[in-house]
Protein backbone atom coordinates (compact mmCIF):
# COMPACT_ATOMS: atom_id res chain seq x y z
CA UNK A 1 0.00 0.00 0.00
CA UNK A 2 2.54 2.32 0.84
CA UNK A 3 4.61 1.78 -2.69
CA UNK A 4 1.34 2.50 -4.82
CA UNK A 5 0.99 6.04 -2.57
CA UNK A 6 4.93 7.01 -2.99
CA UNK A 7 4.40 5.71 -6.85
CA UNK A 8 1.33 8.34 -7.39
CA UNK A 9 2.32 10.72 -5.37
CA UNK A 10 5.88 10.95 -7.56
CA UNK A 11 3.62 10.80 -10.66
CA UNK A 12 1.85 13.73 -9.48
CA UNK A 13 4.99 15.64 -8.12
CA UNK A 14 6.16 14.52 -11.84
CA UNK A 15 3.12 16.10 -13.68
CA UNK A 16 3.21 19.52 -12.00
CA UNK A 17 7.08 20.12 -12.33
CA UNK A 18 6.88 19.05 -15.80
CA UNK A 19 4.12 20.48 -17.41
CA UNK A 20 4.35 23.64 -19.27
CA UNK A 21 3.86 26.76 -18.26
CA UNK A 22 2.29 29.59 -19.98
CA UNK A 23 4.89 32.52 -21.08
CA UNK A 24 4.32 35.40 -18.59
CA UNK A 25 2.71 38.76 -20.65
CA UNK A 26 3.93 42.11 -19.81
CA UNK A 27 3.88 45.59 -21.37
CA UNK A 28 6.39 48.31 -21.50
CA UNK A 29 6.18 52.20 -22.40
CA UNK A 30 8.72 53.70 -24.74
CA UNK A 31 8.48 57.24 -23.70
CA UNK A 32 10.46 59.64 -25.76
CA UNK A 33 10.42 63.30 -24.28
CA UNK A 34 12.20 66.08 -25.73
CA UNK A 35 14.00 63.38 -27.41
CA UNK A 36 15.12 60.96 -24.75
CA UNK A 37 14.21 57.76 -23.55
CA UNK A 38 12.65 57.04 -20.26
CA UNK A 39 13.98 54.23 -18.66
CA UNK A 40 14.23 52.43 -15.03
CA UNK A 41 16.33 50.27 -12.77
CA UNK A 42 13.79 47.77 -11.87
CA UNK A 43 16.01 45.77 -9.21
CA UNK A 44 15.19 46.29 -5.54
CA UNK A 45 17.86 47.37 -3.64
CA UNK A 46 20.00 47.93 -6.90
CA UNK A 47 21.38 44.83 -7.16
CA UNK A 48 21.48 45.42 -11.07
CA UNK A 49 22.75 48.29 -13.12
CA UNK A 50 20.35 46.92 -16.10
CA UNK A 51 17.71 49.67 -17.31
CA UNK A 52 14.36 48.98 -19.14
CA UNK A 53 11.26 50.14 -20.32
CA UNK A 54 8.73 51.15 -17.60
CA UNK A 55 5.97 48.61 -16.87
CA UNK A 56 5.15 45.06 -15.90
CA UNK A 57 2.84 42.06 -15.63
CA UNK A 58 -0.49 42.31 -17.04
CA UNK A 59 -3.53 41.56 -14.42
CA UNK A 60 -6.40 39.40 -15.98
CA UNK A 61 -9.59 41.32 -16.78
CA UNK A 62 -7.90 44.84 -17.74
CA UNK A 63 -6.64 46.05 -21.12
CA UNK A 64 -3.09 46.03 -21.82
CA UNK A 65 -2.95 49.68 -22.02
CA UNK A 66 -5.08 50.43 -18.91
CA UNK A 67 -2.07 48.00 -17.31
CA UNK A 68 0.39 50.21 -18.77
CA UNK A 69 -0.84 53.02 -17.81
CA UNK A 70 -1.04 51.61 -13.48
CA UNK A 71 2.57 49.87 -14.24
CA UNK A 72 4.08 53.48 -15.85
CA UNK A 73 2.16 55.27 -12.84
CA UNK A 74 3.36 52.94 -10.42
CA UNK A 75 7.12 53.01 -11.27
CA UNK A 76 7.27 56.51 -11.59
CA UNK A 77 4.46 58.76 -11.02
CA UNK A 78 3.54 59.99 -14.26
CA UNK A 79 0.67 59.80 -16.44
CA UNK A 80 0.43 58.73 -20.31
CA UNK A 81 -1.51 57.72 -23.08
CA UNK A 82 -0.85 54.75 -24.18
CA UNK A 83 -0.37 55.18 -28.55
CA UNK A 84 0.52 51.94 -30.96
CA UNK A 85 2.87 48.67 -30.08
CA UNK A 86 5.97 49.09 -31.75
CA UNK A 87 7.66 45.77 -30.24
CA UNK A 88 7.42 42.49 -29.62
CA UNK A 89 10.19 40.61 -27.25
CA UNK A 90 10.78 37.57 -25.50
CA UNK A 91 13.23 36.33 -23.14
CA UNK A 92 13.43 33.71 -21.29
CA UNK A 93 15.63 31.81 -18.08
CA UNK A 94 15.79 28.01 -19.99
CA UNK A 95 16.53 26.50 -16.20
CA UNK A 96 14.47 28.18 -14.61
CA UNK A 97 11.32 27.64 -17.21
CA UNK A 98 10.83 31.28 -17.07
CA UNK A 99 9.43 32.67 -20.74
CA UNK A 100 8.11 36.04 -21.06
CA UNK A 101 6.40 38.19 -23.73
CA UNK A 102 6.93 42.10 -23.45
CA UNK A 103 4.64 43.97 -25.55
CA UNK A 104 6.30 47.77 -26.45
CA UNK A 105 3.84 50.65 -26.91
CA UNK A 106 4.56 54.15 -27.42
CA UNK A 107 3.24 56.57 -25.01
CA UNK A 108 3.07 59.92 -24.03
CA UNK A 109 3.45 61.90 -21.24
CA UNK A 110 0.19 63.77 -20.41
CA UNK A 111 0.93 64.45 -16.53
CA UNK A 112 3.27 64.72 -13.85
CA UNK A 113 7.08 65.16 -13.98
CA UNK A 114 9.85 62.44 -12.75
CA UNK A 115 10.52 63.36 -8.83
CA UNK A 116 13.85 61.88 -7.13
CA UNK A 117 11.35 61.05 -3.99
CA UNK A 118 8.94 59.33 -6.33
CA UNK A 119 8.43 55.54 -4.19
CA UNK A 120 7.11 52.70 -6.39
CA UNK A 121 4.79 51.40 -4.40
CA UNK A 122 6.33 47.56 -4.53
CA UNK A 123 9.80 48.99 -4.28
CA UNK A 124 11.22 47.51 -7.38
CA UNK A 125 11.80 50.23 -9.34
CA UNK A 126 14.96 52.08 -7.78
CA UNK A 127 15.59 54.75 -10.62
CA UNK A 128 14.13 56.32 -13.55
CA UNK A 129 15.71 58.89 -15.88
CA UNK A 130 15.40 59.98 -19.45
CA UNK A 131 18.79 59.06 -22.00
CA UNK A 132 19.45 60.38 -25.30
CA UNK A 133 20.24 57.76 -27.50
CA UNK A 134 23.68 58.50 -27.78
CA UNK A 135 23.98 58.14 -23.93
CA UNK A 136 22.45 54.31 -24.21
CA UNK A 137 25.51 53.41 -25.63
CA UNK A 138 27.36 54.30 -21.68
CA UNK A 139 24.78 51.56 -19.97
CA UNK A 140 23.70 48.15 -20.17
CA UNK A 141 19.90 47.97 -21.10
CA UNK A 142 17.26 45.35 -22.37
CA UNK A 143 16.03 44.44 -24.63
CA UNK A 144 18.88 44.87 -27.48
CA UNK A 145 15.99 46.69 -29.91
CA UNK A 146 15.32 49.33 -27.74
CA UNK A 147 16.58 51.87 -29.51
CA UNK A 148 15.57 50.87 -32.79
CA UNK A 149 12.35 50.63 -31.40
CA UNK A 150 11.83 53.73 -29.70
CA UNK A 151 13.47 55.95 -32.32
CA UNK A 152 12.15 53.95 -35.10
CA UNK A 153 9.09 53.58 -37.13
CA UNK A 154 6.86 50.33 -37.90
CA UNK A 155 6.77 47.31 -35.53
CA UNK A 156 9.47 44.89 -34.64
CA UNK A 157 9.71 41.30 -33.69
CA UNK A 158 12.88 40.81 -31.22
CA UNK A 159 12.95 37.22 -30.61
CA UNK A 160 13.78 35.02 -27.76
CA UNK A 161 16.85 36.14 -25.79
CA UNK A 162 18.08 34.94 -22.35
CA UNK A 163 17.26 36.70 -19.18
CA UNK A 164 19.98 38.88 -17.65
CA UNK A 165 20.11 40.57 -14.49
Not at 25 to 38: E, K, T
Not at 47 to 56: E, N, T, Y
Not at 89 to 94: K, L, M, R, Y
Request: charged letters at 20%.
Amino acid sequence: MQRMWLDNSRRAWQRETMKPRSPRLAVRALILHQDRLLLVNAYAGGVSDLWCAPGGGVHVGSSMPDNLIREVHEETGLTVSVGAPVLVNEFHAPNHGFHQVDLYFRCQIISGKLDAAWKDPEGVVTERRFFSRAALTGIRFKPDSMPEAAWGAGMLYDPLELIVR
